[in-house]
């Protein structure tokens, strides 16, 4: 599965994103506390697209780190070993938009750690 292309649209009154048109997907807005992490995982069945809503987010995407800026589009392909977190001097909770395509099980997710104890 190929990132989706994003679609910017001006308007008199300002500007649209598009991120999916007619496509099967689910949508999730994840909010990070400071100092915690989601687990490293992956996913067989499903892509994902995130997009930084704050500054101070924090993603692990296959062995590298990345910090986006604010708006920051990352693509997460099936298969991909990803996880995010906020550093614990950010002084909010961060979020990221989800945008899952593919098949949406939440047990399609393979936990490769976790500091909560979960499989």
Known sequence: ????????????????????????CTVKILTCAPGQQLSLQ???NRAELWVALDEGVIIELDGKVITPDKDAEIWLPAGSVHRLSCASQTPHSVRVLEISLGHFDEN???????VYGRH
């Open 1 to 24: 599965m190929e990132k989706p292309s994003t679609l910017h649209v001006d308007k008199p009154w300002g500007s649209f994103d598009q991120f999916v048109l007619n496509e099967t």
């Open 42 to 44: 992956k996913h067989r």
């Open 108 to 114: 399609d997710i393979e936990r490769l750690e976790d």
